[in-house]
């Protein structure tokens, strides 16, 4: 069970002489997570209260005749329970330029790509930040040179990704957790420098009623596997290793507005981890408005899951990571 209290406050300053803007604004929340059941492992904290603290402030200047954007958006939370949920991040730190046929942000920021609900295959640019919630909807800020360029032939969009970040992990102490507890400390990288230069393309395109968008991403990938730790050649694992590959990763997302409808595809193949395969996410939404005459819409929303790996042989190490089931405990 979780309760959640916030506080929004925004302040908007406008400086018309020289066509400057700059806004602030934020968020803070008081978090508490109340557990009906006692810890499922000994290492686990056994209180059944978790409260935590959250604050997220933004600030934007624009100059220029809003040609030049200026964007710092910090992310911090404390937790009582869960030591590696206590972090801080910039979730955004950059400088966009926009000119004529083009513009570029340059700095830390975040980039989505998807269209799907259930599971955004997609969606590799990030790294996700997984103490915040399961769910992997929270990312965190990636240091990127993003060039966007706009044509009558579809929208371009090339990312240089300078600087790798691993992904978070609840604590052995935290409730929401693996079975195993994950050793985010000591993560194997195979040998690759955080600093390898990652790569990614995107082609996108509003085809009618459709959405269309097609992307290679080319470097580390930011889903890792977890590799069970035996130490001293036990039968039992202790922990799990967080262990990164080199992938390369095409997709292809279409979203349809037919009506009341929105028909949604994601499908995404890769290479680097294990043999390559595919997988995707396709479904529909349905969104009935003004429902018995009133103000209130039901919507209705339908998705398949596939992942394309052979099932009947037994898994390796060096196989992807399961995309569709997370088991955490409380």
Same mark, same amino acid.
Request: proline share 5%; glycine share 6%.
């Given at each position: 069970?979780?309760?959640? #209290?916030?506080? @929004?406050?925004a302040?908007l300053t ?7 803007a ?9 978090? $508490?997570?109340?557990f009906t059941e #006692?810890?499922a ?8 209260a978790d409260p935590?603290?959250?604050m997220? %402030? ?7 005749n809003?040609?030049?954007r200026?964007t710092?958006? %910090?992310?911090?939370?404390y937790d009582? $329970?869960?030591s590696?949920?206590? +972090?801080?991040?910039?979730?955004e730190?950059?400088w ?5 046929g083009?513009n570029?942000?340059?700095?830390v920021?975040?980039?989505?790509w998807?269209? !799907?609900?259930s599971?955004?295959?997609?969606? /590799?640019v990030?790294?996700t930040?997984?103490?915040?919630n @399961?769910?992997?909807e929270?990312?965190l ?8 360029i ?5 929208n371009?969009n090339?990312l240089?990704l ?5 992904r978070t992990?609840?604590?052995a ?14 993560p194997? $990288?195979?040998g @690759?420098s955080h600093? +390898?230069p ?12 459709w959405?269309?968008?097609?992307? +290679? ?8 596997r977890l !590799?069970a ?7 039992y694992p #202790?922990e799990? /290793? %967080? #262990?990164?590959?080199l992938?390369?990763?095409?997709s292809?997302?279409v ?14 193949t ?7 395969f595919? !997988? ?10 003004g @429902? ?7 919507g ?8 394309g ?10 196989? !992807?990571?399961?995309?569709l $089931? /997370?088991m955490?405990?409380?």
């Amino acid at each position: 069970m979780k309760l959640t #209290t916030a506080i @929004i406050t925004a302040l908007l300053t406008v400086s018309v002489g020289n066509v400057q803007a700059s806004e602030w604004s934020g968020f803070a929340a008081l978090d $508490l997570r109340l557990f009906t059941e #006692t810890a499922a492992f000994p290492t686990q904290n056994t209180s059944f209260a978790d409260p935590s603290v959250l604050m997220q %402030p933004e600030f934007r200047h624009e100059w220029n005749n809003s040609s030049d954007r200026f964007t710092a958006i %910090p992310f911090g939370r404390y937790d009582s $329970l869960d030591s590696n949920r206590s +972090h801080w991040d910039l979730r955004e730190l950059n400088w966009l330029h926009r000119d004529d046929g083009w513009n570029l942000q340059t700095g830390v920021g975040k980039v989505f790509w998807g269209v !799907a609900e259930s599971r955004h295959l997609v969606d /590799i640019v990030n790294q996700t930040d997984f103490v915040e919630n @399961i769910n992997s909807e929270e990312k965190l800020g990636q240091p990127m040179l993003n060039l966007n360029i706009p044509t009558d032939y579809g929208n371009f969009n090339l990312l240089y990704l300078p600087y790798f970040r691993e992904r978070t992990f609840p604590a052995a102490n935290g409730r929401v957790r693996f079975e195993l507890p994950v050793n985010a400390n000591n993560p194997n $990288l195979n040998g @690759i420098s955080h600093f +390898h230069p990652d790569w990614a393309l995107r082609w996108s395109r509003t085809l009618g009623d459709w959405d269309v968008g097609v992307a +290679h991403f080319s470097g580390v990938g930011r889903e890792p596997r977890l !590799a069970a730790y035996f130490p001293n050649n036990s039968p039992y694992p #202790t922990e799990l /290793i %967080p #262990t990164y590959d080199l992938i390369n990763q095409t997709s292809l997302d279409v979203q349809g507005a037919l009506g009341n409808w929105l028909l949604k595809l994601e499908a995404m193949t890769r290479s680097g981890q294990g043999s390559r395969f595919l !997988a995707l996410v396709a479904g529909f939404e349905y969104t009935n408005y003004g @429902i018995l005459e009133s103000n209130a819409d039901l919507g209705l929303l339908m998705e398949y899951q596939y992942d394309g790996r052979d099932k009947s042989t037994p898994r390796k190490a060096s196989d !992807a990571p399961q995309r569709l $089931l /997370i088991m955490t405990y409380f």
